[in-house]
């Protein structure tokens, strides 16, 4: 099955601060998304970016399906937005079997 | 209207129980799921049902069966399930073919003692 890779594992900043997270995946897609799940276990969805660019507020992600990965953006971070995020993909071809990667845990410090 | 509504929320359930966590969306979806997440893990597909016909079963034990009565209802009926079972269950639905968004519910928190 496809392979996808999140890092960092752990980022811990401060309020303010602005943050890179990436997502690597080892098969063409057709379905990327990122989710934010909050501590009561809710996914949330933020985008479906199986290429191209989108901006949402404060946050922003970019895929270059070509070399497979996607890189998600959060600028002046809250304590809200911690929490774990979760890039997931859909293999091309595949029947709608969207694999997790295994996640990278935010720590937003106030 | 992107909401998938998942009942119950919490469920606590003895082994020789027989239970059943039920999810619902009224989006036009036809394609429905069914996730398990453990702590600190991310999520695992479980099954797919794609036009209320199961697709894929992710060879997940008989204790568990699901069911999908109507295109908008997907339940998933448990029985004789173990310690090691309890998990987060989560629904989600998307539009068919395959390259839509997929939207998940809050999830069912199980706990088997």
């Known amino acids: 099955g496809i392979q996808v890779e999140q890092s960092p594992p752990d980022l811990i900043l401060q309020e303010g601060a602005n943050s890179t997270l990436r997502c690597n995946f080892s098969?063409?897609?057709?379905?990327l998304q990122w989710f934010h799940q909050n501590p009561w276990g809710q996914l949330i969805n933020l985008f479906y970016?199986?290429?191209g660019t989108k901006q949402n507020g404060r946050l922003s992600a970019t895929t270059v399906a070509t070399e497979r990965y996607s890189l998600l953006y959060i600028s002046s971070s809250q304590t809200t937005d911690s929490g774990v995020y979760f890039c997931?993909?859909?293999?091309?071809?595949?029947?709608?079997?969207?694999?997790f990667g295994s996640g990278t845990q935010l720590t937003v410090l106030p | 209207d992107t909401e998938v509504t998942q009942t119950p929320k919490h469920l606590v359930m003895g082994m020789t129980n027989k239970k059943s966590l039920k999810c619902e969306q009224h989006?036009?979806?036809?394609?429905m799921y069914w996730y398990k997440q453990k702590a600190k893990k991310p999520p695992e597909l479980m099954f797919v049902?794609?036009?209320?016909?199961?697709?894929i079963n992710e060879s997940v034990p008989s204790r568990f069966s699901p069911e999908c009565p109507n295109s908008s209802l997907l339940n998933l009926h448990l029985h004789a399930l173990q310690p090691e079972d309890s998990a987060l269950y989560l629904c989600?639905?998307?539009?068919?073919?395959?390259?839509?968004?997929?939207?998940f519910g809050e999830g069912s928190w199980l706990t088997v003692v």
């Open positions: 970016i199986p290429s």
């Open positions: 989006m036009g979806h036809r394609a």
């Open positions: 098969d063409s897609v057709n379905n």
């Open positions: 989600a639905s998307s539009l068919l073919p395959s390259g839509n968004t997929i939207y």
């Open positions: 997931a993909v859909e293999r091309s071809g595949s029947a709608r079997q969207l694999t």
């Open positions: 049902y794609s036009y209320e016909k199961l697709s």
